[in-house]
């Protein structure tokens, strides 16, 4: 295990994070895929420039908690989020990126002195929600 910031990342393990997903964030600990996938190859990959912009991505996720104040409640909050937009869209990219939590992590990712969330200023209805992931899709790719 090895801290960056406020997150302490673990280099994968067999079903964390999920296929499809290069990190997950869960209770302050980030899982992320690295290669190789031991404690060096973890090294190795924080270094770089995308390694660097992830790991920010997921310690915006543990500011944001912060600004919550509960795990759980910030997951009920998430879960609450995607299902309302993707009840009316069916969409799972758009109701995934377009989570306030999500928009303010992609949005701030490459900022390395990002240090406060302002989560609720990225809360949309669904109208707004749907425009702004149409706009900023080629951006968060």
Known sequence: MIKYKDVKLISALPLLPFPGFRSITLFGYAFT???PNNKEGLKKYLVTSRGKVLMNHENIHV?????VKSWILFYILYIWYYLKLYLCTFNSDMSYRTIPFEAEAYINQNDM??????WKDYKKNNKERKLWYK???????
């Open 33 to 35: 895929r690295t290669t």
């Open 113 to 118: 002195n990002y240090s406060l969330s302002h």
């Open 135 to 141: 706009n900023t899709l080629r951006y968060i790719r």
């Open 63 to 67: 500011l944001q908690k912060k600004c």
